[in-house]
């Protein structure tokens, strides 16, 4: 089970919102490539990164944030990233400056047309986002729900070939309520690649339980508030979850 840890990017800061509402930012850091540091110590595989006001704006906006995490981190894990991907020029600069996935959210709903490109040019970098709330699709920031189930549009996607979906329940992003396991299993269960889980990690019980399903194509989770607040230690976390997958 790969435990990632988010970094999300709001004017130039580490933040976590709750339910993605951008007036609702607590700042954990001011430094991104030091944040970067810290996780890599702490022995993540992988950092997720967020540019929040990208996502808001359609365009990249806290690309030098990114970049000095990637040069922080070099070339010791794997670094993806969403926020603001709208067209195929920002995905390769992205991928040009060192990082290893994209993620399309938003432009995966609203354009497939869009998502299969991308998947057609950058092969093995392109991860789908998909938001939900109870089971339905959301869009822009989160802020519009659309009438998509969330499998039905995983399936295609899938079909596309995305390397992988990150499935997050918004009802319970940043609120500490603990990982919506039901559906992403049920998620997991309909696609033959990997979920992500995301949205309301709580603590080591969370990662007990994804543990459990991790057979059934749940590879990794999102490691957001739980990992800043304390309320979970990442590195025992991680530990915890590598002796459940060894037993």
């Not at 954990?28 to 022995?43: Q, S, T, V």
């Not at 998509?148 to 499935?167: M, N, P, S, T």
């Amino acid at each position: 089970m790969l435990l990632i840890p988010a970094i999300d990017l709001k004017d130039g800061h580490c933040v976590r919102l709750e339910q993605g509402d951008m007036k609702a930012a607590t700042t954990f850091g001011e430094d991104p490539a030091a944040m970067a540091r810290r996780w890599l110590a702490a022995g993540a595989r992988r950092l997720h990164l967020v540019d929040l006001n990208g996502a808001f704006a359609g365009k990249p906006v806290n690309e030098s944030a990114v970049k000095a995490i990637v040069r922080a981190v070099g070339d010791q894990i794997p670094v993806q990233i969403g926020g603001g991907l709208r067209d195929l020029d920002t995905i390769e600069r992205y991928l040009d400056d060192g990082l290893s996935y994209v993620i399309i959210g938003t432009a995966a709903v609203k354009n497939p047309g869009f998502l299969r490109d991308a998947c057609t040019a950058f092969g093995g970098h392109i991860i789908v986002g998909l938001d939900a709330r109870d089971g339905k699709v959301a869009t822009d920031g989160w802020s519009k729900l659309t009438g998509h189930e969330v499998i039905d549009l995983a399936r295609k996607f899938e079909d596309y070939g995305v390397e992988g979906v990150i499935y997050t329940d918004i009802g319970r992003d940043g609120m500490l309520t603990g990982i919506n396991i039901e559906a992403t299993l049920k998620l997991a269960q309909a696609l033959t690649i990997p979920v992500i889980a995301s949205g309301g990690l709580a603590g080591m019980a969370d990662i007990e339980r994804l543990c459990a399903i991790q057979g059934e194509g749940v590879d990794g989770v999102i490691c957001g508030r739980a990992i800043y607040t304390g309320a979970l230690d990442f590195a025992a976390a991680q530990q915890r979850a590598d002796q459940l997958a060894e037993a």
